[in-house]
């Protein structure tokens, strides 16, 4: 991995965004096999040194992975994962590495592609045709492997009637659970400019706090689901897979 090719890359996200330093490199590798991801992380260390990057982060790394470049050395602040009420592998590994390591996750798909949300709550299960977005049917599949169609309705059900305790949406109790999940710094929710974009409704999500009542009446349909730690792996482990 040479260190022009990365900084020549760098070089370019600044002219693109007119900016001196990049807030969060945020650094993704396919192949844990090809171990030069080891190399781009110093590489990428020694720009952030430099003062051209601020912050590093990672992108879907595993927590075995993500260990190995901690005990290389290279400090990283954050690591994007999915998870949601769905998906909570994260909690099996990777919160608690995080958490002793001061990392924060920053947490994707919470919403599952919007399957999480008042719009899909006592509506059919939705064929092929239906899932109109690569995000809806990668989710649809998330939630075969999770529990199913009738699994998810129950879930709806009960976060409708969360919300409707604390005048908020469904998708806002899906985003504040993750929120208070230990080790999450934050969640990052999808919109689609002039089509989607549920920024008011998203905003709610800092008015309101899940009692212990409201966490009690998720996890009694969460008990239910599969294990996809077991079905899928780690963080990341769908798309290497």
């Excluded at 169609?149 to 109790?173: F, M, N, P, T, Y």
């Excluded at 974009?197 to 009690?216: C, I, K, R, T, Y």
Aim: some cysteine; aromatic content about 8%; proline content about 2%.
């Amino acid at each position: 991995m040479d260190r022009n090719w990365v900084e020549e890359n760098i070089n370019k996200s600044l002219r693109r965004m007119d900016v001196e330093s990049l807030d969060l490199l945020q650094f993704h590798w396919w192949d844990y096999g090809d171990e030069r991801y080891l190399k781009a992380m110093e590489h990428l260390g020694a720009l952030r040194d430099e003062g051209k990057i601020r912050h590093l982060g990672l992108t879907n790394f595993d927590t075995q992975h993500l260990q190995k470049i901690v005990d290389e050395g290279h400090q990283v602040v954050s690591n994007q994962v999915q998870y949601s009420l769905i998906d909570r592998r994260p909690e099996i590994k990777m919160a608690q590495y995080c958490q002793n390591q001061g990392i924060h996750i920053l947490a994707y798909g919470t919403l599952a592609g919007g399957l999480l949300s008042d719009r899909y709550l006592d509506q059919p299960e939705p064929g092929r045709a239906a899932l109109t977005t690569a995000s809806l049917s990668k989710y649809k599949q998330m939630v075969d492997a999770w529990g199913g169609w009738d699994l998810l309705q129950e879930l709806l059900l009960g976060l409708k009637g969360i919300a409707d305790r604390h005048q908020v949406s469904i998708a806002d109790v899906a985003m504040r659970y993750i929120m208070d999940r230990p080790s999450v710094a934050g969640v990052i929710v999808g919109v689609r400019l002039g089509v989607a974009e549920h920024l008011e409704d998203n905003a709610q999500v800092f008015g309101f706090e899940l009692d212990p009542e409201d966490l009690d009446e998720i996890e009694s349909v969460l008990s239910r689901s599969r294990d996809l730690y077991q079905a899928i792996g780690d963080c990341g482990d769908e798309y290497r897979r």
